[in-house]
C-alpha cells in the first residue's frame, strides 16, 4: 500500500524560509498528480499546489511568487519550498495523491512576526 509521509514544518519568523518534502513509500500512478494543502484551526483546508507527472506546476493565488512545488523521483519525493514566509501561511500542512485521494499524516508550519 502506498503511503505519504511529510516533513520539514517548524517555526519561523516572517520573512524566513522553510522547505517541506513529502516521501511517497512506493512511485506508482499515485504519484502522477501530487498538491499540497494547508489548514488552520477552524478553517478549511485549502489548496496550495500541484505538480503533474509532465512537471507542469499550478499555485493558489496567495502563495504565487513565494512558494514552488518540485519532486525527485529517484527519491520518490515531492517539495514545497516556502520563501518570504508569512504569519497567515501558518498552518498544518498535506500532500495529497490525488489519483489515489491519498493524504499524507501533515507537518505544522507556524510563522511569526
Known amino acids: 500500500q502506498v503511503q505519504l509521509v511529510e516533513s520539514g514544518g517548524g517555526s519561523v519568523q516572517a520573512g524566513g524560509s522553510l522547505k517541506l518534502s513529502c516521501v511517497v513509500s512506493?512511485?506508482?500512478?499515485?504519484?502522477?498528480?501530487m498538491r499540497w494543502y494547508r489548514q488552520a484551526p477552524g478553517d478549511e483546508r485549502e489548496f496550495v499546489s500541484r505538480?503533474?507527472?509532465?512537471?507542469?506546476?499550478t499555485y493558489a493565488d496567495s502563495v504565487k511568487g513565494r512558494f514552488t512545488i518540485s519532486q525527485d523521483k529517484a527519491k520518490n519525493t515531492v517539495y514545497l519550498q516556502m520563501n518570504s514566509l508569512k504569519p497567515e501561511d501558518t498552518a498544518m500542512y498535506y500532500c495529497?495523491?490525488?489519483?489515489?485521494?491519498?493524504w499524507g499524516q501533515g507537518t505544522q508550519v507556524t510563522v511569526s512576526s
Open positions: 512506493r512511485y506508482t500512478y499515485c504519484s502522477y498528480d
Open positions: 505538480i503533474f507527472i509532465n512537471g507542469s506546476t
Open positions: 495529497k495523491s490525488d489519483p489515489c485521494m491519498l
